[in-house]
């Protein structure tokens, strides 16, 4: 049972950047992704990106592009998410999840079988 914890949360302002940590409770194998959520008050969760083990590749919501990124530590155990230029739309409760979604899924919640309590960021001026 693999456990995950996030942290990084916090209070920001508009514009300002934050840093999103996922720690995993071992290291997890090559067919492994992990991805952050996230959901906003009254929204469902969505995909905000992930970091597919195999081959290191990185996939993004259309809305993060571009100010967002995803990485992962060289002992394949944590994935960071830097947050840049955030804004109110941003605020919401950011979830950590790993799991072997197959490549058409790995936008969605299918395939991840393991997710965190979540971290809260809030944009406010």
């Known amino acids: 049972q693999v456990q995950l914890v996030e942290s990084g949360g916090g209070l920001v302002q508009p514009g300002d950047s934050l840093r999103l940590s996922c720690a995993a409770s071992?290291?997890?194998?090559?067919?492994?992704?992990v991805a952050w959520f996230r959901q906003a008050p009254g929204k469902e969760r969505v995909f905000v990106a992930a970091f597919r083990w195999n081959g290191a590749r990185t996939y993004y919501a259309d809305s993060v592009k571009g100010r967002f990124s995803i990485t992962r530590d060289k002992n394949y155990s944590a994935v960071y998410l830097q947050m840049n230029q955030l804004s109110p739309e941003d605020a919401a409760v950011y979830y950590c999840?790993?799991?072997?979604?197959?490549?058409?899924?790995?936008?969605?919640?299918?395939?991840?079988?393991?997710w965190g309590r979540g971290t809260q960021v809030t944009v406010r001026g």
């Open positions: 071992e290291r997890l194998s090559n067919s492994y992704a």
């Open positions: 999840a790993a799991g072997t979604p197959i490549l058409s899924s790995i936008g969605t919640e299918r395939g991840y079988r393991y």
